[in-house]
């Protein structure tokens, strides 16, 4: 079985504010794949990054930066300078190596305040 | 373009009505997935087509009764549903599912519905 926990279920910030969005996973398989989507109030899950188990190099995407740590089976999330848009839920999840199961964890829901 | 498009984007329905959800890729995906989300709470995974043929449900009530015409296709039939099944319904496709591959799951923006 395959879990994934998002410790913080929400986080109140103010415009500007660095933020990190934690996510910890556990699983079997020795390859996999870790995803986080974003979902605004409008509902649609917004593809962010993918990251696969075999590649911990760091990704930077303008204010987005994502910290892959094998050791802590840790997948965090960095949003620097944020805006009032960022506002959203964030999920965290991980794909197992056959491909055919995604799991999210529960989400961190996100205020950015003007 | 990586675009998934869902009808209606909000349903109302009675438990005695029946009622179809639809859902629409044009990327040449051959993956599609049915996730129920309740409020405040992680998708959930109902059913996995692959190649047009049902290859994962996730032991849904058979009043939910998924359909896939073709490739580009999903549909999601509803029959005397309960007011617990009220959620949003999420449709998501990937090139591929199983066998190793690893791909991504893109989403359309859902099918809020109400059961009265």
């Known amino acids: 079985a395959q879990k994934v926990t998002q410790a913080q279920t929400e986080i109140s910030v103010v415009e500007k504010e660095d933020v990190t969005l934690d996510c910890v996973y556990e699983t079997r398989d020795t390859t996999y794949y870790l995803f986080w989507y974003k979902q605004p109030p409008s509902g649609e899950l917004v593809f962010l990054i993918r990251r696969n188990s075999f590649d911990e190099q760091n990704e930077i995407s303008g204010r987005y930066s994502w910290n892959f740590q094998k050791s802590t089976s840790s997948f965090n999330f960095t949003i620097t300078a944020s805006q009032v848009v960022d506002s959203a839920v964030y999920f965290c999840a991980l794909l197992n190596n056959a491909g055919n199961m995604l799991t999210f964890g529960g989400g961190t829901r996100l205020m950015v305040k003007p | 373009d990586t675009e998934v498009t869902q009808t209606p984007k909000h349903l109302v329905m009675g438990m005695t009505n029946k009622k179809s959800l639809k859902c629409e890729q044009h990327?040449?995906?051959?993956?599609m997935y049915w996730y129920k989300q309740k409020a405040k709470k992680p998708p959930e995974l109902m059913f996995v087509?692959?190649?047009?043929?049902?290859?994962i449900n996730e032991s849904v009530p058979s009043r939910f009764s998924p359909e896939c015409p073709n490739s580009s296709l999903l549909n999601l039939h509803l029959h005397a549903l309960q007011p617990e099944d009220s959620a949003l319904y999420l449709c998501a496709s990937s090139q591929g599912a199983g066998g190793g591959a690893s791909e991504t799951q893109y989403f359309g923006p859902g099918t809020r519905l109400l059961v009265l």
């Open positions: 087509y692959s190649y047009e043929k049902l290859s």
């Open positions: 990327m040449g995906h051959r993956a």
